[in-house]
């Protein structure tokens, strides 16, 4: 649908879904008893080694949920290839694993089609789905609502942040947290709520002197990786920038040498055991003559950085990646405008995506 | 080294070494009795969630390393993340295990770090690096030698490739099919050898048409997203291009919107069940007006392409990878002359990385 058919100027749906976000954090918490049932059913089987698919905004919250169990539970998940089983036919063992499914449209084929081969190599199966009709949701032995309400912008916002939630939510009842993880989203939902017209401010000053970036890195390491995935991906498919999301320690093995002043970085710092691997990133960047946005809860402890969007810390730590997004979201939101872009339904891209 | 202190032309070692590359496969199949006797260890012990760790060029290898192990023995591999036992001090259970740490000069410090504590955990751990003598080979349990002899050009080559090999060979052990891989390395180093002159050739004809290419997607999908990622390296550090790996399929999801004539594609296709997802992202490519370089063992299955590197098919097909690569190697080499910077040396890399 062009701007004139919804009646708006364009990026208005993706702005405005971004400003639903901390109410749709608030419905998602809504279905904590059900995410809670889900948990124990987990623990009961005790499948124990988690496997998370999903292509796009939905891989990349996949990152995040490796250190939600990690760091919640102790368990190992991974983000599974779907290749093997879907596309080689290799029927792994998939007793003692669980499986989650991340799809917003629960319609990716592939997705879909792994869910129901590891169901039957059995893997105890979770959709987590904006849809309960879908395809994805009655594949799977239980089923988490995105509860995001529908998303028309075709780039991914709320249910990005609330496929983080889910997986946080889960990951806390499996580790008999969950009412302390409930309790942290509800009060990130506030913090994000008070932030955002702030933000909105600050990153449309940003955007101005981005309008003719071709290039950007975007680094995190740990729980913001997926941050940097997120936003990353946000720029390349609203703002046409070559954005590519890196480990901060990654940029140092080779991808630093591409650097130059007319390539900038948009770093996410968390005050946590991955600090200094973000500030080292930092210093090797300012002296390849980059440009550098320091950004996230520890956004004031970047030295040297040309511009700061810092995010207040939620509690626990390990929630940051739902605040720490959005001045990303935003930031693309203002420069896609400013580039005479529509972030609404960028040119070659459909809402769902079917291609195997 | 400069240049000058080498006594070479720019890119004089860093070609040098991909012309290495057969002979070092062969050098690395005389360790074949020691990566058997590993492989029954990991078998004896039944350590069958393989855990792959490395950063750079060995993490891009140890995407490989998932396919290796899913393919050969059926085991489920995955690219561990280091942050959560390193940074953040989470002590994970790692009995069950094979960790596998991957690091050219062996003094990858989170590397070995990870290596060390997972030890502790009770996994099994196997160092594969090109110096018998470094921290990584001390602290595993056991040691697969890379074989490839000094490298000394800065982005990696023949220690990727052989990496590869020691996984693919590693893998064919613990499903008792070792005898065959070690003959399919054998030919691949062969055709590898007899292909090299003429694409050579050919990619520094291509290189002419890409002097002035800032952006780049590298797409691959199952066995060749190693290949992608690595080739994408390559570009980044010797060519200075924004050059960004992705699954064809994850193309689709949101990065394709960002294409444009400017905007090319190298896309990496074999004859494998993934053969599809190439296609079909390669038809998108072409919609959105960007030129596409097809290349892998399928390339000529790739209809539209503005230019076409192939490879020839190895046996086993999943040996791919090590052919499949070079086309990429050789362009970066002819396009960072083509561009005046020295491939042996990028400027702000060191050959060893320490950062942490």
């Known amino acids: 649908m062009s701007p004139?058919?919804?009646?708006?100027?364009?990026?208005?749906?993706?702005?405005?879904?971004?400003?639903?976000?901390?109410?749709?954090?608030?419905?998602?918490?809504?279905?904590?008893?059900?995410?809670?049932?889900?948990?124990?059913?987990?623990?009961?089987?005790?499948?124990?080694?988690?496997?998370?698919?999903?292509?796009?905004?939905?891989?990349?919250?996949?990152?995040?949920?490796?250190?939600?169990?990690?760091?919640?539970?102790?368990?190992?998940?991974?983000?599974?290839?779907?290749?093997?089983?879907?596309?080689?036919?290799?029927?792994?063992?998939?007793?003692?694993?669980?499986?989650?499914?991340?799809?917003?449209?629960?319609?990716?084929?592939?997705?879909?089609?792994?869910?129901?081969?590891?169901?039957?190599?059995?893997?105890?199966?979770?959709?987590?789905?904006?849809?309960?009709?879908?395809?994805?949701?009655?594949?799977?032995?239980?089923?988490?609502?995105l509860a995001a309400e529908p998303e028309l912008a075709v780039a991914a916002t709320k249910t990005y942040v609330n496929t983080l939630a889910a997986l946080a939510l889960l990951a806390g009842h499996v580790a008999e947290r969950g009412g302390e993880l409930a309790e942290g989203i509800g009060r990130a939902a506030d913090l994000m709520e008070s932030g955002i017209p702030g933000l909105e401010r600050s990153t449309a000053k940003l955007a101005l002197s981005f309008s003719y970036t071709g290039r950007m890195f975007v680094i995190g390491r740990g729980v913001e990786f997926a941050t940097a995935r997120e936003i990353a991906l946000k720029l390349l498919e609203t703002c046409r920038i070559a954005a590519e999301p890196l480990t901060a320690t990654d940029l140092a093995h080779g991808p630093v040498a591409a650097l130059d002043h007319l390539f900038p970085v948009w770093a996410i710092a968390s005050s946590d055991g991955t600090l200094a691997t973000v500030q080292e990133a930092a210093t090797r960047i300012r002296e390849m003559g980059a440009n550098l946005v320091a950004s996230g809860t520890a956004a004031e402890l970047i030295k040297g950085a040309a511009f700061t969007v810092p995010v207040p810390m939620p509690e626990p730590a390990l929630l940051s990646p739902l605040l720490s997004v959005v001045p990303g979201q935003l930031f693309a939101s203002a420069l896609a405008r400013a580039r005479g872009l529509d972030p609404d339904a960028p040119h070659g891209l459909a809402k769902v995506t079917l291609a195997s």
């Not at 080694?49 to 998940?77: I, K």
Request: aromatic share 6%; proline share 5%.
């Open 4 to 145: 004139a058919e919804n009646g708006g100027e364009p990026g208005t749906r993706f702005v405005a879904e971004i400003r639903e976000q901390p109410a749709a954090l608030r419905r998602l918490l809504e279905h904590d008893a059900e995410i809670a049932r889900i948990a124990q059913e987990m623990r009961d089987r005790d499948a124990r080694l988690v496997r998370l698919v999903g292509h796009g905004s939905s891989d990349n919250a996949a990152s995040y949920g490796v250190y939600a169990f990690g760091l919640l539970p102790n368990w190992t998940a991974m983000r599974d290839s779907i290749t093997l089983t879907v596309h080689y036919g290799k029927p792994l063992d998939m007793t003692g694993s669980t499986v989650i499914g991340l799809s917003q449209s629960g319609r990716t084929p592939d997705v879909v089609e792994y869910v129901k081969g590891a169901r039957t190599a059995g893997a105890f199966t979770v959709a987590v789905t904006n849809d309960p009709g879908s395809e994805l949701a009655l594949a799977a032995d239980a089923f988490i609502p």
